[in-house]
């Protein structure tokens, strides 16, 4: 079965705090795509990074970073020092190997609150 | 810029009635996708296609068609509108297997 389970519906914190959005996915391709997406709320979806099977360096993007770690089958991502944009609800999705082309399936998402 | 739009952005139809969702990219991408967004479902796919003439169905196509008749559109038809097709309805563009979907703005349905 193909499949990614984000267990955290919601996330609350104080800005400033370091926050991680836990990712577990499930497929039996040896190649396949992570992804990470960004939806604030104002709705739209933005592409944060995208990551494939054969790679499991760790990637930092200024305050962000992901860790993919294929022996535990997750891709978690962390908001450092966390602002109040980050605010948003964060979709994880996984693209299964070539028998499944294109398709993309996503997590249910986690919605993440930055406090002031 | 290339980009991917929707429209309308909302609409508001009744029980019955048939609703075309626009979509329209200029990435000249070949890959479009159709998906819906509902509380508690993240993103579910409706329908596909892979080029021209190429349409495939996703998880949830019950209710629904596109058609594929250039690269830029892959319009979205709902037949007889149904209350529980209510969502936010997203298309999405890739150039190609596996690559990264770009989404549109969205569309807010609502089916009274």
């Known amino acids: 079965a193909q499949k990614v389970t984000q267990a955290q519906t919601e996330i609350s914190v104080v800005e400033k705090e370091d926050v991680t959005l836990d990712c577990v996915y499930e497929?039996?391709?040896?190649?396949?795509?992570l992804f990470w997406y960004k939806q604030p709320p104002s709705g739209e979806l933005v592409f944060l990074i995208r990551?494939?099977?054969?790679?499991?360096q760790n990637e930092i993007s200024g305050r962000y970073s992901w860790n993919f770690q294929k022996s535990t089958s997750s891709f978690n991502f962390t908001i450092t020092a966390s602002q109040v944009v980050d605010s948003a609800v964060y979709f994880c999705?996984?693209?299964?190997?070539?028998?499944?082309?294109?398709?993309?399936?996503f997590g249910s998402g986690t919605r993440l609150s930055i406090r002031p | 810029d290339a980009e991917i739009t929707q429209s309308p952005r909302h609409k508001i139809t009744e029980t019955g009635r048939q609703v075309t969702l626009a979509c329209h990219q200029t990435?000249?991408?070949?890959?479009m996708f159709w998906y819906r967004q509902d509380l508690g479902h993240g993103l579910r796919l409706i329908h596909y296609?892979?080029?021209?003439?190429?349409?495939n169905k996703g998880e949830v196509s019950d209710g629904y068609s596109v058609s594929r008749s250039n690269t830029e559109d892959l319009p979205l038809t709902l037949e007889s509108a149904a209350s529980s097709q209510t969502s936010v309805y997203f298309c999405?563009?890739?150039?190609?297997?596996?690559?990264?979907?770009?989404f549109g703005p969205g569309t807010r349905l609502l089916v009274l």
């Open positions: 999405a563009s890739s150039q190609g297997v596996q690559e990264t979907q770009y």
């Open positions: 497929t039996r391709d040896t190649t396949y795509y």
């Open positions: 990551r494939n099977s054969f790679d499991e």
């Open positions: 999705a996984l693209s299964p190997g070539y028998s499944s082309a294109s398709k993309i399936i």
């Open positions: 990435w000249n991408h070949n890959n």
């Open positions: 296609s892979y080029g021209v003439q190429d349409t």
